[in-house]
């Protein structure tokens, strides 16, 4: 064999095997690269995320596993190093392929789930003007997620706006109809809603999300009467030996003038069998009459503000009258904050007490979103009769399970206050601690009726304990 002949076989099985040897880590990759991807998507983030790194680890210029890298940090609220892969994925594919602009759109979306909702509308509008000409199913994808976060902002609008986009190019878009759907049932538009709601199912007559929300709508009707009985029952005795007791029966009625005002009225009748009076201890049965008519008006979008006044006829109990108002504001998709104010005149107070009978509360709070069905309610109560200085803290969760307002409510709370049951032969002091616990459950049979159960327990230190149970029937037509 010649020389020339022999130098260009060597050639040949140096290249085969320079092939081979280089190849093989691109297949490696290849293999961790789809392994990965199956991870990601059957819910195993962490498991995939590492395949993937071990992936770019042998194929650090492949746009693909960096995109899909960007997916699983993205997923797993790693939201610096997901916009850092779609970076170098954007960069490392051409514009006209298809992984720059998926990778172009992961960036944006994570931005928008950092919150950073102004550089995600920035990344989303400068998408579309560069690809003006991309695939109808891709713009629509865009319209969507800029939806979502004009939705996150509270900006209902611009969000229908945008997702009327995405239906212009597909009528039949189950996510843009879902989605108009229900930011009009947030916004109260409950018209809106059904109509949203009602072509879903018309397209798709099993969705669970349109079905779910066609029941929500179906519990609001603009009447309800609900009438109601709670039992407490004290464990201190008055001054003739006898338990105290306290039955409360109340009959409420609420009235949806419009979706943006909703009026209530309710009287209640409390019985107490027994109380320190002007006079002095004594037993007996006492009684109060009370009636209070209360609002509910939509100032603008998820800004609410409500008030009432309560007033008791001949009140030997309660105090005689009050008025609160109240204001709520949802500064983001998940929280809103809450300030009432409320002044309370009570005559009985001031002559047990000898001290003013007017004391104002102001309590600010809060209620933080797990879902719209699930969240915790924070409130502060600051309470003054322009000596003393009260104060009190609710917990409040609440959870419902499906759209028939199965709903159960825990309430926890501690605080310094006055009480307003006077018993034995001295008076409770102005300044007591109280520890109490209740919760309720509701259920609707059908749209028109349900029921409401309650129980609670409340513990006032070196004082007294009490005990209550109710049940209310809720009519609405």
Do not use: C
């Not at 293999?31 to 195993?44: A, D, P, T």
């Not at 928008?112 to 995600?120: L, P, T, V």
């Not at 319209?143 to 706006?161: C, H, K, N, Q």
Request: aromatic share 14%; glycine share 6%.
């Amino acid at each position: 064999m010649g020389i020339g002949k022999a130098a260009i076989l060597t050639a040949l099985l140096i290249s085969a095997f320079m092939i081979r040897a280089y190849g093989a880590p691109a297949d490696q990759a290849a293999e961790y690269l789809n392994r990965g991807k199956q991870l990601l998507y059957s819910g195993r983030a962490e498991e995939g995320v590492k395949l993937l790194e071990q992936a770019m680890s042998l194929d650090p210029k492949n746009p693909y596993i960096m995109l899909y890298l960007g997916k699983g940090y993205s997923w797993l609220s790693k939201y610096d190093k997901a916009i850092e892969m779609y970076t170098k994925a954007a960069e490392l594919a051409g514009p006209n392929e298809e992984v720059h602009w998926q990778a172009r759109f992961g960036a944006a979306q994570t931005t928008s789930w950092k919150k950073d909702y102004n550089g995600a509308v920035q990344q989303y509008s400068l998408l579309m003007i560069e690809y003006r000409n991309a695939p109808p199913a891709f713009k629509s994808e865009v319209f969507l997620a800029l939806g979502d976060v004009y939705s996150w902002r509270l900006e209902y609008d611009a969000a229908i706006e945008q997702f009327n986009k995405a239906l212009e190019l597909d009528p039949k878009n189950i996510e843009a109809l879902n989605r108009i759907a229900k930011i009009h049932l947030w916004d109260r538009a409950f018209k809106e809603s059904r109509i949203y709601s009602e072509k879903v199912l018309a397209l798709e007559p099993g969705n669970l999300e349109a079905k779910t929300r066609i029941e929500e709508l179906d519990l609001i009707r603009p009447y309800q009467i609900s009438i109601g009985n709670t039992l407490i029952m004290y464990d201190a005795n008055n001054p003739a030996g006898d338990k105290v007791m306290r039955n409360e029966s109340r009959l409420g009625f609420s009235w949806n003038a419009s979706e943006v005002s909703t009026l209530i009225l309710s009287t209640s009748y409390i019985r107490q069998n027994s109380a320190d009076t002007i006079s002095g201890p004594r037993a007996g049965a006492y009684s109060d009459i009370n009636a209070t008519l209360g609002f509910e008006h939509k100032l603008f979008a998820e800004t609410y503000v409500t008030g009432n006044v309560a007033y008791t006829l001949d009140a030997e109990v309660s105090p005689d009258y009050s008025g609160e108002f109240g204001f709520s504001q949802k500064v983001s998709r998940i929280i809103d904050v809450l300030l009432d104010y409320r002044i309370t005149h009570d005559k009985n107070y001031k002559i047990v007490h000898a001290k003013h009978a007017v004391s104002h509360s102001i309590a600010p709070g809060t209620i933080v979103y797990f879902t719209d069905k699930v969240y915790t309610h924070l409130q502060a109560y600051l309470d003054t009769d322009g000596e003393y200085k009260l104060y009190s803290f609710l917990f409040h969760q609440s959870a419902a399970f499906n759209a028939m307002a199965d709903r159960i409510d825990l309430y926890l709370s501690y605080g310094r206050g006055k009480n307003y049951l006077v018993y034995g032969n001295t008076t409770i002091p102005v300044d007591v601690t109280t520890f109490g616990a209740a919760a309720s459950y509701a259920h609707f049979f059908s749209p028109a009726f349900g029921l409401r159960v309650n129980a609670g327990y409340h513990n006032r230190v070196d004082s007294f304990e009490d005990y209550q149970a109710g049940i209310e029937a809720i009519f609405q037509y």
